[in-house]
C-alpha cells in the first residue's frame, strides 16, 4: 500500500513534481490511498480560489475534501462537466 499524507495541497503537489516520483506513484502496483491532500493528489485536477492545478490523474473523478455546504454552489457548476464527490 501507497499512502499520500494530507496537509499542504499545492506543496504536496509542488514536491511530488519537483521530486520526480509522480511516474513511481503512476506505476505503482498496490492499493494507493489519500487523505486530505493526498487524495487530491490522486485526481486530475486540484482546485482552489478559483485556480485550477494539474494533478497525477490516477482516478476519473475530482473530488471536494472538508465539504461544507457553503461549497453547494461551486460544487454544482462544476458538477456540470466532471464528476465530484464531496467528502
Do not use: W
Amino acid at each position: 500500500m501507497l499512502y499520500l499524507p494530507g496537509g499542504d495541497t499545492k506543496l504536496l503537489i509542488k514536491n511530488i513534481n519537483e521530486k520526480k516520483v509522480g511516474r513511481f506513484i503512476k506505476n505503482f502496483k498496490g492499493t494507493i490511498l489519500g487523505n486530505s491532500a493526498g487524495a487530491y493528489v490522486l485526481t486530475k485536477e486540484y482546485y482552489k480560489d478559483g485556480k485550477v492545478t494539474p494533478c497525477l490523474g490516477l482516478v476519473d473523478f475530482n473530488i471536494k475534501a472538508h465539504y461544507a455546504e457553503k461549497d453547494n454552489e461551486e460544487l454544482r457548476q462544476r458538477s456540470l462537466s466532471r464528476n465530484i464527490y464531496a467528502i
